[in-house]
């Protein structure tokens, strides 16, 4: 098992480190002012623990510890990318979000048969419930979700439905939780400013993964 804090401080890092990768994938150069660096630091710190705790025995099982530190990591990786992201440009691109779901995909399900105590049948449901939520948000209110977050959705419920429902239900409720704060500031900062900052431009990737990385902070380890 990785320690929680070199699991943090590796994700504060990993989130620095892939800045200029995050540029690479936007249109414009990522946000200077201070709250982007401490935002991505301060999430990167917090899904790198998540991380860390998710490949403790009691996920892992019988299956090999080094596969399941690669599979989380490249969660982590995938999540905290598409957070810097979504917080430069409120996009999230597909070569993010398809890899996030298809490498749960390969990794769990070889996971589910070397013995982990994850199964790959309720990490597809994960990922339909997940992403079926998300869709409708965005059927019914396309101005406040997009399909980036759905398809991310999709994605984070795969790996949280594989570790267990109750993982599932939690970030499903820590996420809806944050996304309606963040879509209440916009409304409320539209209100305030004007349309330029109505709801459609409130980035909800971060929301998602914040509630991922609780949900498995609590729950898997």
Aim: hydrophobic share 60%.
């Amino acid at each position: 098992m990785i320690r929680p804090a070199a699991g943090a401080v590796a994700g504060a890092v990993l989130a620095v480190l892939m800045v200029p990768l995050a540029a690479r994938l936007t249109h414009r150069p990522a946000p200077r002012s201070a709250w982007f660096p401490t935002a991505a630091i301060s999430i990167g710190a917090l899904v790198g623990l998540a991380t860390a705790r998710s490949t403790g025995s009691t996920v892992a099982g019988d299956a090999p510890t080094a596969l399941v530190v690669l599979g989380f990591g490249i969660l982590g990786l995938l999540a905290i990318t598409a957070m810097l992201v979504d917080l430069a440009e409120n996009r999230l691109p597909d070569v993010l979000t398809y890899p996030l779901a298809a490498a749960g995909v390969l990794i769990l399900g070889l996971l589910d048969l070397l013995g982990a105590d994850g199964r790959l049948v309720r990490a597809l449901a994960g990922g339909a419930v997940w992403g079926g939520w998300m869709l409708i948000g965005a059927l019914a209110a396309p101005r406040g979700f997009g399909l980036g977050d759905v398809k991310l959705a999709c994605g984070l419920g795969i790996w949280l439905g594989w570790a267990s429902w109750a993982t599932l239900a939690v970030g499903v409720l820590v996420g809806q939780l944050l996304i309606t704060v963040s879509l209440s500031a916009g409304w409320l900062a539209a209100r305030r400013w004007g349309p330029a900052t109505r709801n459609g431009d409130v980035p909800l990737g971060p929301a998602l993964v914040l509630g991922a990385a609780v949900a498995l902070l609590v729950l898997a380890g």
